[in-house]
């Protein structure tokens, strides 16, 4: 009973972080399964099953006031959902350290930035780099590149997207969280499968931890929208920041 709780826990606070910052979870559910006894393939198959319980509570509460364009969505999501299954299958097959190396270098550059960011600009958008009008060419790129490091390294991919989305497709914060809540739902539900015909699910983890993500993806995203873009802008930048130290801790500690 108490393993059950503390499952629940973990998935309540991690789906609360996922879903408040856009980044499904994953940065904080797979090192607190590894702590927890998990082998590493488990616990990033069993925190995926998380991230996707996550993102299809947290669409429902993103979309009440959130918008963004459905074309992007489905440009993003056609190239992210094959890729995350693709890096699911590729687990156990390649070594990992130097794709998460050079990840979250990226990342923690791309966090720091976030973390500085001054007043929004104009109609209410974040400074970036806007790429004229084809912005659906990039979200599949992003897309893609976030698929397969979410689905090799077990995180919601959101710590890729939502980077792109604010600083490459010059989206709106809030519109770029709900957006990438929204396009780690199919990609988590391929990884999802992968794992499951792998056998590497512990369901007897995996369903409580979903249970709370259930509650933590339901609060994340009504906390969200009440926060202003530049306050949200620094809590988001904080948890990518964390999520990056913590895969190159993660490598340093393994060499």
């Not at 299809?56 to 918008?67: E, K, N, W």
Request: aromatic share 8%; with cysteine; glycine share 12%.
């Amino acid at each position: 009973m108490i393993d059950l709780v503390v499952y629940f826990l973990v998935g309540m606070v991690a789906a609360f972080l996922g879903s408040l910052s856009g980044t499904g979870g994953g940065f904080m559910a797979v090192p607190a399964l590894y702590y927890l006894g998990l082998p590493p393939p488990s616990a990033i198959a069993t925190s995926k099953f998380m991230v996707f319980i996550n993102s299809i509570v947290s669409i429902y509460a993103y979309l009440r006031d959130a918008r963004f364009s459905p074309k992007l969505y489905f440009s993003v999501a056609a190239s992210m959902t094959p890729m995350a299954y693709l890096g699911a299958y590729l687990v156990a097959v390649i070594p990992q350290r130097l794709l998460v190396v050079i990840v979250s270098t990226i990342l923690l550059v791309g966090s720091l930035r976030l973390l500085l960011m001054g007043d929004a600009g104009r109609n209410g958008r974040s400074r970036g780099f806007a790429l004229g009008r084809r912005p659906h060419i990039l979200g599949a790129a992003s897309g893609g590149a976030a698929g397969l490091i979410a689905g090799l390294t077990g995180l919601g991919g959101g710590i890729v997207t939502v980077p792109a989305f604010i600083y490459l497709m010059n989206l709106e914060i809030h519109s770029s969280v709900s957006l990438s809540m929204a396009c780690i739902a199919p990609s988590s539900f391929s990884s999802v499968i992968r794992h499951a015909v792998d056998g590497i699910i512990l369901w007897d983890v995996a369903v409580p931890l979903g249970a709370g993500a259930v509650l933590g993806g339901w609060i994340g995203p009504k906390i969200s929208l009440r926060l202003s873009e530049r306050m949200l802008g620094k809590m988001v930048g904080a948890l990518i920041a964390a999520a990056a130290l913590r895969m190159l801790i993660q490598v340093i500690l393994e060499i």
